[in-house]
């Protein structure tokens, strides 16, 4: 799977890693309902560090469809609201 993270480039995720980051995904679904504003902030930044850690970086040139876009590290809890779906920012 391929994963965008806005404003930073693409990573290749297997797709065996998207439970462990759906966890983060349910957390920050949860804070944001809430208006947990630290927490979302917790959160958010967690779930993008284990996009990084897991993922393996995609050439800056390179324009592969992403199937999965995540926002940037300094997005407000608002436009996070924005790319939501039921499921969260990460799908399943």
Aim: charged fraction near 35%.
């Amino acid at each position: 799977m391929i994963v965008r993270i806005m404003g930073e480039g693409q990573v290749r995720l297997a797709d065996g890693h998207l439970t462990e980051l759906n966890k983060l995904d349910d957390e920050l679904l949860a804070e944001m309902e809430t208006g947990d504003g630290p927490g979302f902030r917790r959160t958010l930044q967690a779930l993008l560090a284990k996009v990084r850690e897991l993922g393996d970086p995609l050439p800056d040139d390179s324009l592969e469809p992403s199937e999965l876009i995540l926002p940037s590290e300094d997005a407000t809890l608002e436009e996070v609201r924005d790319l939501l779906s039921d499921d969260g920012l990460i799908p399943g």
